[in-house]
């Protein structure tokens, strides 16, 4: 008996697919600004900040680093109620993600401020600009340039990851193929195509993050 | 309804623990294997077979493991062959495992100075045996700290295996809070467990990765 695959199945839930990509960028969207922005506090406090400050924010990240990404969200979804905290699940799922994503980044992006040469800094100080003015200029923007790579292919891995939070019902993508497939029963037909649009949106991902890149780091 | 004390939480989680280990093991050690063919089919002098692995890589590195791990469960089920969660979680991972490894080793393998290949093949030797006595046991030094390293991403992945319905660390963590309504104790718990197994091995990689350029510097 061989298996007949029916993908024209699909076809009346091309809305639901198209909305599913469209959450699942939305939420990769809003995660990756706030991650990143968690990160670059997160790598100048373990850089720059006094012991207790490098202590926990060490502390964070290696917790965030070993645990899994599904223990975590299920940790914030299931568990902080019990403190009195009640997350809609579309929140706990950005929570979940902004918090993993931030503890990577401030790893990569801690070695990006290491790599930047202490003469750099003191040719800021001599040309007469503020603390401020050095840290962006001088520090944060070419840091940024040199680990921009690993920065892309974390954030394309936490969109990815981002198909886990359907486990909570956050609606995105997966959700999406969840629902589909339980009205059509076509599993496999399902899951391929929204496998296949994953790696649309990973491959796009990347390219943003290359234009991005080019943009903000070319030499000039 | 029974009561469960915080031992009958912690206890059952530990002995759900063992699965998450094992299945580790299976998928590393598969990972492996299949890893080493791809690294060999990446660095290859067949443009066809360097295609090839490149995909496979571009493929399992460009797509959810969740969606990957469903893709098993339900396409060797079509197949014809009875799917135990076992199966395709065994199978899923170990083919997630291999093109990051795949990745990895490729990085490790092209850091060796082209002359030693140059100087394998002047000396008559093939490009296998070049590989096996020249390349590899070089490769292999640097390969470890990252090997190491991502061993630690191989535990978390197992994690997801519970959506598929194997029953593991995290799958014993949310059937123990349906059945005790303790969710920032029993999520607390787990998380604990993974962490006992992956800091060591984090530390481990880090500790590996300082000797190794400890040795390079002098």
Redesign the interface.
């Known amino acids: 008996?061989s298996?007949q695959f029916q993908f024209q199945e699909l076809l009346p839930y091309t809305d639901q697919f198209v909305r599913g990509v469209w959450l699942t960028v939305q939420l990769t969207a809003v995660s990756t600004v706030l991650g990143l922005a968690l990160g670059t506090a997160g790598a100048a406090a373990r850089r720059y900040g006094n012991r207790l400050l490098r202590t926990l924010v060490g502390a964070y990240v290696?917790?965030v680093?070993?645990?899994?990404?599904?223990?975590?969200l299920?940790?914030i979804f299931?568990?902080?109620?019990?403190?009195g905290v009640r997350l809609t699940a579309g929140e706990a799922a950005v929570i979940a993600m902004v918090v993993n994503l931030g503890a990577y980044s401030t790893e990569i992006i801690r070695a990006g401020l290491q790599a930047i040469p202490k003469g750099q800094v003191e040719a800021g100080q001599s040309l007469g600009m503020s603390g401020v003015q050095i840290f962006r200029y001088v520090i944060i923007r070419p840091a940024l340039g040199k680990i921009w790579p690993a920065l892309s292919s974390q954030c394309?891995i936490v969109m990815?990851?981002?198909?886990?939070v359907s486990?909570i019902s956050a609606e995105e993508l997966?959700f999406a193929a969840n629902f589909i497939q339980s009205r059509n029963f076509r599993?496999?037909e399902v899951?391929?195509v929204?496998?296949l649009l994953?790696?649309a949106l990973?491959?796009g991902l990347r390219q943003v993050f290359g234009l991005i890149g080019r943009q903000l780091f070319a030499r000039r | 309804m029974p009561e469960f004390t915080l031992w009958d939480i912690a206890r059952n989680l530990l002995l759900a623990a063992r699965w998450t280990v094992l299945l580790s093991l299976i998928a590393f050690a598969g990972g492996a294997v299949t890893g080493l063919l791809l690294t060999l089919a990446r660095v290859s002098k067949y443009p066809l077979l360097r295609l090839l692995a490149r995909g496979y890589i571009e493929?399992f590195q460009?797509?959810?493991?969740?969606?990957?791990l469903?893709?098993a469960f339900?396409?060797l089920s079509?197949?014809?062959i009875e799917v135990s969660p076992w199966v395709a979680a065994s199978l899923a991972l170990t083919l997630w495992t291999s093109a990051f490894l795949a990745e990895i080793w490729r990085g490790c393998v092209e850091a060796i100075p082209k002359g030693q290949g140059e100087a394998s093949a002047s000396l008559g030797l093939s490009w296998l045996e070049a590989m096996r006595y020249v390349i590899l046991p070089q490769a292999l030094r640097i390969a470890i700290p990252p090997t190491v390293g991502f061993s630690?991403q191989v535990i978390?992945?197992t994690?997801?295996a519970?959506?598929i319905g194997f029953i593991e660390l995290?799958k014993a963590?949310?059937m123990l809070?349906n059945a005790t309504f303790?969710?920032?104790t029993?999520?607390?718990l787990?998380?604990l467990m993974?962490?006992a197994l992956?800091?060591p091995l984090?530390l481990y990689a880090h500790s590996l990765e300082a000797k190794l350029h400890a040795a390079r510097r002098t």
């Open positions: 008996m298996y290696e917790i680093r070993n645990t899994p990404f599904i223990v975590q299920f940790f299931f568990g902080l109620p019990n403190l394309v990815l990851g981002s198909s886990v486990q997966t599993s496999f899951y391929a929204t496998t994953y790696l990973a491959l | 493929l460009g797509t959810p493991l969740l969606m990957q469903f893709l339900f396409g079509l197949a014809g630690v978390k992945g994690a997801l519970s959506i995290t963590g949310t809070n303790q969710p920032f029993v999520f607390s787990v998380a993974y962490f992956c800091y984090s």
